[in-house]
């Protein structure tokens, strides 16, 4: 299967060497340089603008930050649309509201192209791995044709129904309880620290303990090292807890603990840490309250 | 070692009888006859008051409800203490504030008695079979004198200073993760009910991904499944949120998260709710939104 893969960063990059590892004619497609080469070296054959894919790409995934970037990618003056067959399947993975995943459907189908609702969770470590969870929703067309990709990249594919926007609101309801579990991991570990504890000690008992969640026991690693190098960063929270007020909203639906999880967000990214490690939400915990995080003064040992 | 076991529930039976098959000799004491009926079938001697175990008993474990509780069970006009001689140890595992941990064991200390203040996590399961993770501090003697204990019931046991109070804080910043968790947990599910999801398919995808913590996966079964019978209760939590909220504010340090996760299960309990299993505060959210659950006219199939 000729295919294509835009948006090369983390997640993208890493699905696109997972399509070519499973034998898949791969294209990518990214704005970056570094990221082009770096494809280019793991075998693949990379574009920097979408209309650049080679007429008669059966499949594309489509792995951009956001919906307008996806729009962009798909309809826009270069956009990729132009150069699939009819019967072609876009497969698109990023995170966006169900309302924008339908609107993307409904004008993939008014070209004569099927369309799949394919966000995607797992990191980039799975991404590479070809092992990402993929909740899809779509035709069974669009599911048929989409196979070969699915089964590069997925580790495990859910079939969440025919319509498009379910994939995306499973993964808006999916990030609504990963964006809390980072922001109470800090409001615990911050907690422990005022109180006295050993943050180490905190994060070894709550690891092996029945208050353990996957993002506690990822991100609170990062803030016992000290190292906010951003693997997903506070800001993605802010828009990702953005969709998940939107999604809400628009469901009569009141969220009170996302809602108030993406203000401490807000207020991390208010005192500079936008950019930083989601973990490091929990500075917005030290501004509060002075407590000092490991590897500074006060704050003991990293480890 | 000639032990005791103070309150024979769904914990604390547990612990005892996996104290019995670690070769302890066991005494244990509980008000209902059904209690003491269960530890008695499995081996044990039982005794309805705790100033009736037997004089010379070298270390007694209390797994109260709570501190109050467990102050009545050592030293209260039919209390344990008097029975036990100079240099036992008291193992106090009741869920309960740093300051009433502190008070009883200087009360122990005034009596010449040991204390480890050694709250404990896991569930009915884990103490069954001696495998909980025992967050203790207290003196190097008190864990030296409680080592037999330790080992029977405990899978982990920590080590998190020799002032007591400190096991009481790090169970609480365990529990505000345990109750926010399953708040989240239950928002989540009932906005994807709400957003047009199929539950059993929130469920699949979040326990296989990112999102997924040990309350979600463990708690969100019994929403499925339909089943309220209370393994722990709403009230549980209004209790340990409480605990949560008070340490917070007597360390002076803001809990945004704990304290809006309080009101949810307060909320279930203003329902009629608080006596049902703790993943039922879902129900604050459907009387908010009118959701039906699984199981119910409209909710679809439990599993």
Redesign the interface.
């Known amino acids: 299967m000729r295919v294509a893969a835009i948006g090369l960063g983390s997640m993208g990059g890493g699905a696109a060497r997972a399509m070519l590892a499973k034998g898949l004619v791969v294209t990518g497609c990214d704005p970056s340089e570094n990221a082009r080469a770096a494809f280019n070296a793991a075998g693949g054959q990379a574009v920097s603008r979408a209309c650049d894919i080679p007429a008669g790409t059966e499949g594309v995934l489509v792995l951009t930050v956001n919906a307008a970037q996806a729009r962009a990618a798909i309809f826009g003056p270069e956009g990729c649309a132009p150069r699939m067959g009819r019967g072609g399947v876009l497969v698109v993975s990023a995170t966006m509201a169900?309302a924008d995943a339908r609107a993307l459907a409904a004008d993939a189908a008014a070209m004569g192209l099927l369309y799949l609702d394919a966000p995607v969770?797992?990191?980039a470590k799975a991404a590479a791995a070809g092992t990402m969870?993929v909740?899809a929703s779509g035709a069974p067309e669009a599911f048929a044709a989409a196979q070969p990709i699915l089964d590069a990249v997925g580790g495990?594919v859910?079939k969440?129904?025919d319509a498009p926007g379910?994939g995306a609101?499973?993964k808006v309801?999916?990030?609504?309880?990963?964006g809390?579990?980072i922001?109470?991991?800090a409001?615990?570990m911050?907690?422990?620290i005022?109180?006295?504890?050993?943050p180490h000690?905190?994060y070894?008992?709550?690891t092996?303990?029945?208050?353990?969640?996957?993002?506690?026991e990822?991100r609170m690693a990062h803030v016992l090292a000290g190292d906010d190098t951003p693997l997903s960063a506070v800001n993605i929270f802010i828009k990702d807890l953005g969709l998940v007020d939107a999604?809400?909203r628009d469901?009569?639906?009141?969220?009170?603990?996302?809602a108030?999880?993406l203000?401490?967000f807000v207020a991390a990214a208010a005192n500079g840490h936008g950019g930083k490690d989601d973990a490091f939400v929990i500075r917005a915990?030290q501004a509060?309250?002075g407590i000092a995080l490991p590897g500074e003064p006060g704050g003991g040992t990293t480890r």
Chains 1, 2 share one sequence.
């Open positions: 169900p969770s797992g990191g969870t909740m495990s859910w969440l129904g379910l609101t499973m309801v999916h990030q609504l309880l990963a809390v579990h922001a109470v991991a409001e615990a911050a907690l422990g005022k109180a006295g504890l050993d000690q905190v070894g008992v709550v092996g303990a029945a208050g353990n969640s996957w993002m506690f990822n999604l809400a469901a009569s639906f009141p969220v009170p603990l996302a108030q999880a203000q401490l915990y509060l309250t």
